[in-house]
Nanobody, 119 residues
Framework: VQLVESGGGLVQPGGSLRLSCAAS????????MSWYRQAPGKERELVAT????????NYADSVKGRFTISRDNAKNTVYLQMNSLKPEDTAVYYC?????????????WGQGTQATVSS
């Protein structure tokens, strides 16, 4: 299983970024996908989750109305559109999936992509 994030960078407050996570090594369309983030000195927190077919999404209260998670199962890719960015959104963003094989659940993480919101 491999998850590779991209799309991070430096943006001014109020700006936008679109993160991508390319997945391989498992049947992408069968599993929910999530985005997490970790700011310096803080614990990793769940940002958004999308179900396997994309029919349902959930967001942390801190990003509701500003971030949108989506997926393209034909491209094995999940996205996080981040709008109206604030300095407190600065963090390393990770995508994650949990697969279940033979009754055993395994979590897989990407390497992360840095998003910095600063003027």
């Amino acid at each position: 299983v491999q998850l590779v994030e991209s799309g991070g960078g430096l943006v001014q407050p109020g700006g936008s970024l679109r993160l991508s996570c390319a997945a391989s090594g498992f049947t992408f369309s069968r599993y929910a996908m999530s985005w997490y983030r970790q700011a310096p000195g803080k614990e990793r927190e769940l940002v958004a989750t999308i179900t396997s077919a994309g029919a349902s999404t959930n967001y942390a209260d801190s990003v509701k109305g500003r971030f949108t998670i989506s997926r393209d199962n034909a491209k094995n890719t999940v996205y996080l559109q981040m709008n109206s960015l604030k300095p407190e959104d600065t963090a390393v963003y990770y995508c994650k999936t949990r697969t279940v094989v033979g009754g055993s659940a395994l979590d897989y993480w990407g390497q992360g992509t840095q998003a910095t919101v600063s003027s």
